[in-house]
């Protein structure tokens, strides 16, 4: 049943996550203020009874919780700190939630900024795709004050089944870093077994049955098996948001005084894939590369 909820909630960012997410926000009942730099999504959650707003600042001034969920860094910047953005016209009663994936230190940086301004922030990133987008099944990696996650909890949990504090702000990131590490190694491992199952004789969905009762098994063996297997990749995971997160993950060992053998020969099959014209195709097409 829906619920006359208020007050309002603000989501900035209408992609292929944070529609879905959105609409969640709507369809359990909270009245939404919305922007996002494509009119479509904007008008579609108009239509389902979101308010739509003509700037980042303007949510703010509208939203006491806003949760945004963009692209990249450089969009995740210019939302919250640019001109006309999040921070410049916060208020001490707003909440700003992020569940983009970016790199630790742009998340302290704005968490920072917000604190200034007597806001609150928490970095928030999710895993599970648009599918568990789409379901609410989430899952959500959440770095901040417990007394703050407390006030975001709601909404959270319309949007995700599993929801962890993992630290303070800037930790979600690094958690959410470590999965996308695993991600692209094992999107990679998947395929390259996947190829050579094929080209040593073996039957693709046979090799994917033991599999799924054996120690090789993977989340992302069970992902993109099937796709290597059928040839039909499609573009459910672009390849361009892995190469912008493996990339993001590199950056975190280097800080961190680390080198990883794993990760730089996974970025640059990734690197790879997005110079031979696969960014907008699913990660599971990084299987043609080995037959080339």
């Not at 003509?54 to 963009?70: M, N």
């Not at 006030?151 to 959410?176: C, N, S, Y």
């Not at 892995?242 to 970025?267: Q, Y």
Request: hydrophobic share 45%; charged share 15%; glycine share 12%.
């Amino acid at each position: 049943m829906v619920q006359d909820i208020s007050p309002s909630v603000g989501f900035i960012g209408l992609g292929r996550m944070g529609k879905p997410m959105a609409q969640n926000l709507v369809s359990a009942g909270y009245h939404l203020v919305v922007h996002s730099r494509s009119a479509g999504p904007v008008e579609e959650l108009t239509r389902a009874g979101a308010t739509p707003a003509g700037y980042p600042g303007e949510v703010a001034a509208l939203a006491d919780v806003v949760f945004t969920c963009l692209p990249d860094e450089e969009a995740t910047e210019s939302v919250y700190l640019g001109s006309g953005g999040l921070i410049e016209a916060c208020r001490s009663t707003n909440l700003f939630v992020e569940t983009s994936t970016i790199g630790p230190a742009l998340a302290r940086r704005i968490g920072a900024g917000a604190a200034a301004k007597g806001a609150g922030y928490l970095d928030a990133p999710v895993s599970g795709g648009v599918e568990r987008a789409a379901d609410g099944g989430l899952t959500i990696m959440v770095g901040g004050e417990q007394a703050a996650l407390n006030r975001a909890t709601p909404f959270l949990q319309v949007m995700g089944g599993a929801i962890h504090r993992v630290g303070d702000v800037g930790q979600g990131e690094v958690v959410k870093l470590i999965n996308q590490l695993l991600v692209a190694v094992h999107t990679q491992a998947a395929c390259e077994a996947m190829v050579l199952a094929v080209r040593a004789g073996a039957d693709p969905h046979q090799v994917l049955e033991v599999m799924a009762t054996s120690w090789g098994t993977s989340a992302m063996l069970t992902r993109t098996g099937p796709k290597v297997a059928s040839g039909e990749y499609g573009s459910a995971a672009p390849t361009r948001l892995l190469a912008k997160d493996i990339a993001l993950v590199a950056a975190m060992a280097d800080e961190n005084g680390l080198t990883m053998p794993l990760v730089e020969r996974t970025r640059e099959t990734i690197e790879r894939a997005m110079a031979s014209g696969l960014s907008e195709t699913d990660v599971a097409a990084l299987a043609t590369l080995l037959t080339d």
